[in-house]
């Protein structure tokens, strides 16, 4: 009962704190949630971090493998939906797998391509993803770690241009939106006239808590960044990518969260 209470008032606590800063404009600086992305996520110390990275057996996936086979599978067949791709002869060549965390999509992706590149923020989550990937008989990871505040760095680490670009429960954690464009154009620079993106947001509807969080990164991590349906293809555009298809899951079935939407993307020939 006493745990109860306390986890009641605590979100009594959190939702007006969230009301009184949305009403001030109290958030924080741009600065200072890039750094604070790049401490939290160095945590793997602190045993929640490594499961919140997706790493297998850890977290919320601890005695529950077929979770973590679950939600990578899941990603991997939305975009074989979306892209029209049949058969693994269509598999993209060469992947950038943006937050790659512990591999639970790479597991699904790498195979059949030719060349994949596990980016993150840590090099803990970087080995972990080459580890799983290993223990599959995958042997052409190419890992790329960088600085949170340094994303521009990727581009002088992968010169040839890229098949596929793609990211999943990222962009809802990056700092902010501009940091989100600016990984945006990243992914437009690496990838090959013709090549696509397929990108998973989470999408904001008229309810409070699907608004943006711009302040206490690591206490409201699944909601940084959140944009409505029409804004994130309009962003793609300004970009220079042609969006090609948008899906909603207002649920997911693997039960990771709600009001998700993945986009497909791709540079113009």
């Known amino acids: 009962m006493k745990s109860q209470l306390r986890n009641t008032l605590a979100r009594i606590y959190r939702s007006s704190e969230r009301v009184v800063r949305e009403n001030l404009h109290l958030y924080d600086s741009e ?135 793609f990211s999943t429960y990222v962009f809802e954690i990056f700092p902010t939106k501009a940091y989100g464009t600016r990984v945006l154009d990243i992914a437009y620079k690496l990838l090959k006239p013709g090549g696509q993106a397929f990108i998973q947001i989470r999408y904001a509807d008229n309810t409070p808590i699907s608004q943006p969080h711009r302040w206490g990164y690591a206490q409201n991590l699944p909601h940084m960044v959140t944009y409505r349906i029409e804004e994130f293809w309009e962003n793609a555009i300004s970009c220079g990518f042609a969006p090609q298809l948008v899906t909603l899951e207002i649920e997911q079935e693997v039960k990771l969260g709600r009001r998700y939407a993945y986009y497909l993307l791709t540079k113009p020939a």
């Open 31 to 165: 600065d200072k949630l890039i750094a604070d992305s790049q401490h939290y996520w160095e945590g793997i110390d602190r045993e929640y971090i490594p499961g919140n990275a997706h790493w297998r057996g850890k977290g919320i996936f601890t005695n529950d493998d077929e979770r973590w086979l679950k939600m990578g599978r899941h990603n991997y067949e939305m975009y074989r939906r979306l892209a029209g791709v049949a058969t693994l002869d269509n598999q993209p060549a060469r992947i950038v797998d943006w937050g790659c965390g512990g591999g639970a999509n790479a597991v699904h992706f790498a195979p059949g391509s030719s060349c994949y590149y596990g980016t993150d923020i840590t090099a803990a989550s970087v080995n972990e993803c080459q580890k799983q990937l290993t223990q599959e008989g995958y042997h052409n990871f190419v890992p790329v770690q960088f600085e949170a505040g340094t994303p521009e760095t990727v581009l002088s680490v992968i010169k040839e241009p890229v098949d596929l670009f």
